[in-house]
């Protein structure tokens, strides 16, 4: 039976497999669209070796709150076409429950227990999914919060998870207060809630980086100090939480803001999908090329 573009579309979009991949699945099946599916599920072991050297730098976050706890984590794959699909977004939801519920202590636990949804190990969810879907999968990183139930969690995913923000608000419950601060941390980036945190010798680099700008400026050293002092006000803004300007009210610092309420930011986690993964600049005609050679 001749395999047409139509039917490797199709089973594309059932899938979300490769496009050689599910051109092989419908040769192999003499076109029969689920004995197809059914092929490129079987192959799983074999399809996540074969990905997994392979770079995932697209994805997703997700977070996800069982009571007192919750969890933000960046599942990945290939493809941004990928994270579209229905079954890698039930993988991640079934991942981030599963986090949830049974707080593993790492990211090796988390892959080896089983995923009560599935009653699979969270390794062989996933390459099951690798099997259908054709692209690398991998479940990169997880961060645990937990409160009382005196505190709230904000939580925000930006861009249908692109970025993911998670933090604890502690007095009160208001949950819409603790989104509003999570919403800033999504857009502002800081790396430390507040100045308190910063290590010390971060502190101290920062100083003689500004003392030696200052002094190449043809500034008097008498004024340097209080120039340094200035200045790190202004490092402090750029990295830590309360000393920023709130999105919502640039007028008025995160501090502020959260102190009106009665309330103090315990802690926060901000995921951007792929940050720190090297991507490889591939154009499609180029991807195209590339599988055929396979």
């Known amino acids: 039976m001749a395999i047409t573009a139509k039917m490797v579309k199709e089973l594309r979009e059932k899938t979300g497999a490769g496009m050689m991949d599910c051109k092989k699945a419908l040769t192999e099946t003499n076109g029969n669209m689920e004995e197809a599916v059914d092929f490129l599920r079987k192959s799983g072991a074999a399809q996540a070796a074969k990905k997994a050297g392979r770079i995932a730098a697209e994805g997703t976050a997700f977070i996800e709150v069982n009571g007192n706890d919750a969890v933000l984590l960046e599942v990945n794959c290939e493809t941004d076409f990928v994270t579209k699909n229905d079954k890698f977004q039930k993988l991640v939801a079934?991942?981030?429950?599963h986090i949830a519920k049974n707080k593993p202590a790492n990211l090796e636990a988390a892959l080896q227990e089983t995923v009560e949804a599935v009653g699979q190990t969270a390794e062989e969810?996933?390459?099951s999914i690798v099997a259908t879907i054709g692209e690398k999968i991998t479940l990169r990183r997880?961060?645990?919060l937990t409160k009382t139930d005196n505190d709230a969690f904000g939580s925000y995913l930006?861009?249908?998870g692109r970025i993911g923000a998670l933090t604890v608000v502690e007095g009160t419950t208001d949950e819409e207060v603790a989104k509003d601060v999570a919403m800033h941390?999504?857009?502002?980036?800081?790396?430390y809630v507040s100045r308190e945190d910063v290590k010390e010798d971060e502190v101290n680099r920062?100083?003689?980086i500004l003392k030696e700008q200052a002094l190449n400026e043809g500034k008097p050293e008498h004024i340097v100090e209080k120039m340094i002092e200035g200045r790190l006000g202004k490092f402090f803004e750029q990295i830590c939480l309360l000393d920023q300007q709130f999105v919502k009210d640039p007028d008025v610092k995160v501090k502020k803001f959260v102190s009106d309420k009665g309330a103090t930011v315990k802690e926060f986690v901000r995921y951007e999908v792929g940050e720190g993964i090297e991507k490889k600049e591939e154009d499609f005609?180029?991807?195209v090329m590339s599988q055929?050679?396979?």
């Open 125 to 127: 969810y996933i390459n």
């Open 94 to 97: 079934d991942l981030a429950s």
């Open 142 to 144: 997880f961060a645990l």
């Open 285 to 287: 005609a180029e991807e």
């Open 158 to 160: 930006h861009m249908g």
């Open 292 to 294: 055929m050679k396979k």
């Open 206 to 208: 920062e100083r003689e």
């Open 185 to 191: 941390i999504a857009a502002a980036n800081p790396s």
